[in-house]
């Protein structure tokens, strides 16, 4: 609900007092030939004779409209300040949800904006403020909002559909639903990649080896650049850095226990420096997935619980030193090096890498972008009125969050679905990974971004160069941060309001509480569940926007580059991981690569999954916030965005690899793919 200077540039009838905007909503369901009257009320709270403006039958207010009506009649009411709305009784097609109004006042241009984003129901009049955003202990409209927040907490029911996971919606409300238009969109998208695969089987029949896996690039399904240097160490380094799991690597103080690397081994790799002198320099890193020891997978497959070393080499490249493939050292279980056989290293590489991927698309993408965001998305519709400016600030975040997991992630972790039939560890092992980071996750620690880089101990760039992920959330996070306090600071004149804000109060309980005790379970959220200063709502509002924007745009856009060529980045491998170092051969690394079916699905799915059909981020789909100062932080917000835009490019320019994933204009608003 945008574009005020359209309704002003109107030229009215003679008679006409006011001209009124109407936008409904473009989702199935969301027009109506119901009737529906409009009261105007001024600053001394009279209120105007109704008017009619939804009367006909060829020109109702219809599915994604925009409607202009011309009210005449009504004299000079003063400012209009409020609006009423009441919906007559039924019809086949009675039920109405719309986005919001503009009021022009033909006297005077003067435009007043009520944003509404509601169903309207029949025979219920509702009032709303200009604006519509204000806390609850400053709105004499208490009854409609509390009567609201109840009917929310039935449409928004939980159900915890996976032991040991956190809740999700139990029915997806019809207002999360895609718009028409996004399910075209996708949908043609999803169609022309299914019609190239169909394509390819009709003209190259089946694939009959791994090796063979160019057959299935085209226009459609471009060739990753990944394929060119996927066996070099550089690589493999940037992987950790700058890919879709750029969240993994820490400092390394010492070695841990279990990791058995000796001073022999790696000393030819440091650059003449000893083990613990690279310590003490900060040039040491690793990757400990631990987690993912004694995972049970599917049809006798196997998954390892690898450890990886990193130096940060003269020329500042991030490369590996070390690997182990399992947790207990042993005869069985040796330190692979990149000075062993060639393919014996290679061997070793591609089995880390079945278990980072394991790791980002259980945890770094799905467990804690989607399915962190629902509940965070539930306890904010249990919680807060969506006339509460914290609600509006976050609104745009949810968009199809929870229709995208309803439907699109339903189809992927089903029984016998692609994780199933394309991943090691299968449906059951993923969500057993989730379980199992939910114990150790918090998200004032691992969900708060300048947090997050210090326990990881890689904020110092200096240190850790080349690790553009950092540096570019780092940038958007601050802008985030600085967009989310001009908001918050426009309501919340002290921290006095805060805490007497019962909304925001049982919001943060919600969120903390578990499910047993009407709540979500989200660990470590800011304020314990209470929230008592301004910077604490701040701080955890940036987190939200951050994890529904950036985590999952850099988590989930790359995906394609990085699982578009299987063995850059297999999420399936055939067969045992790598036990000694006896010589191998690239037949051997060949037997290890998945065949056409789970290339051809790992392609589609992934292809599909890094395509992008929403708005940048705060180049918002619906907006929620008219008040002046949110909108002149939505502007400044925009502005910044930009700016950092174009850092990203300048720096892009001088480096070989540019990192584009957190580039602001290719991240969207909310987590809809």
């Known amino acids: 609900m945008e574009n005020i200077e359209e309704i002003t540039n109107i030229t009215p009838h003679p ?50 409209s925009i409607r202009d009506i011309e009210l005449s009649g009504l004299g000079d009411i003063g400012r209009v300040s409020a609006i009423r709305l009441l919906r007559g009784r039924s019809t086949p097609w009675g039920d109405w949800y719309v986005d919001g109004l503009q009021v022009r006042d033909v006297r005077n241009n003067r435009v007043s904006v009520f944003p509404i984003h509601r169903w309207i129901y029949a025979n219920r009049p509702v009032r709303f403020k200009e ?34 996971l956190l809740p999700q919606v139990e029915k997806l409300p019809w207002q999360e639903k895609f718009s028409l238009k996004y399910q075209l969109s996708i949908g043609t998208q999803k169609l022309k990649l299914k019609a190239h695969m169909l394509f390819h089987k009709f003209l190259h029949g089946s694939l009959s080896n791994a090796d063979e896996v160019m057959k ?23 992987q950790r850095l700058n890919h879709c799991n750029p969240t993994q690597i820490r400092l390394c103080e010492k070695i841990p226990d279990k990791f058995a690397v000796t001073e022999d081994m790696v000393s ?59 947790q207990v050292p042993s ?35 799905l467990g804690f972008t989607h399915l962190i965001m629902e509940p965070i998305c539930l306890a904010t519709n249990w919680s807060l009125s969506r006339s509460h400016p914290i609600f509006r600030l976050l609104a ?37 990974i989730i379980s199992r980071e939910l114990k150790i996750w918090r998200m004032d620690v691992q969900g708060t971004l300048p947090n997050d880089l210090k326990e990881r101990g890689v904020d110092d760039p200096e240190a850790l160069p080349q690790y553009y992920y950092r540096d570019d959330a780092l940038l958007i996070y601050n802008a985030i941060h600085k967009y989310v306090t001009e908001v918050v600071n426009g309501f919340y004149e002290n921290a006095d309001k805060v805490k007497s804000d019962n909304e925001v109060q049982e919001w943060a309980r919600c969120l903390s509480d578990p499910h047993e005790k009407n709540g ?32 999952h745009a850099a988590s989930n856009f790359s995906q394609y580059d990085d699982y578009g060529y299987p063995a850059n980045y297999p999420a399936f491998l055939y067969g045992s991981p790598i036990r000694d170092k006896k010589p191998r051969t690239s037949a051997d690394v060949s037997k290890l690569l998945p065949r056409e079916d789970i290339c051809m699905d790992t392609l589609l799915i992934t292809r599909l999954l890094s395509t992008r059909s929403t708005k940048s981020l705060g180049e918002f789909e619906v907006q929620f916030l008219f008040d002046p100062k949110s909108e002149a932080a939505a502007k400044e917000f925009r502005q910044e965005l930009k700016s950092i835009g174009q850092q990203i490019e300048l720096r892009n320019m001088k480096i070989g690899r540019p990192y584009n994933y957190l580039h602001p204009g290719e991240i969207p608003n909310s987590i809809s793919i």
């Open 15 to 64: 008679n006409t007092d006011f001209i009124v905007r109407v936008f409904t909503r473009g989702m199935i369901g969301s027009g109506t030939f119901a009737s529906v009257k409009l009261f105007l009320i001024n600053t001394e709270g009279e209120e105007s004779e109704s008017r009619e403006i939804n009367s006909s039958w060829w020109n109702y207010l219809s599915v994604n």
């Open 131 to 164: 604006f519509d955003a204000c806390l609850p202990q400053d709105d004499d409209d208490s009854e409609q909002r509390s009567k609201e927040l109840v009917e929310q907490q039935e449409v928004y029911k939980s159900i915890i559909h996976q032991e040991g």
């Open 216 to 238: 299935l690039y085209n226009a459609q399904l471009h060739l990753p650049i990944a394929h060119a240097f996927w066996k070099t160490d550089e690589a493999f380094g940037q």
């Open 268 to 326: 030819p790799l440091l650059e003449e420096m000893t083990l613990q002198a690279a310590i003490n320099a900060k040039k040491l890193y690793y990757i400990d997935y631990c987690i993912l020891k004694d995972l049970k997978c599917p049809d006798k497959r196997e998954v390892c619980a690898p450890f990886a070393l990193f130096f940060v080499n003269s020329k500042g490249n991030l490369v590996p030193i070390a690997i182990q493939l399992f």
């Open 331 to 365: 005869e069985t279980n040796p330190v692979f090096l990149p000075t062993d056989d060639p393919y014996v290293w290679l061997c070793a590489k591609l089995w880390f890498n079945n278990a980072d991927a394991s790791f980002h698309q259980s945890c770094t993408h």
């Open 396 to 432: 745009p975040h949810f968009l199809y969050l929870l229709a995208i997991n309803n439907r699109g992630l339903d189809l992927l972790t089903a029984k016998g679905g692609w994780v199933d039939k394309c991943m090691t560890i299968g449906t059951d092992g993923m969500f057993e």
């Open 520 to 551: 979500v379970g989200i660990p470590g959220v800011h304020g314990g569940g209470k929230l008592e200063t301004i910077e604490e709502v701040v701080c955890l509002c940036t987190s939200i926007i951050f994890i529904g924007s950036v985590a």
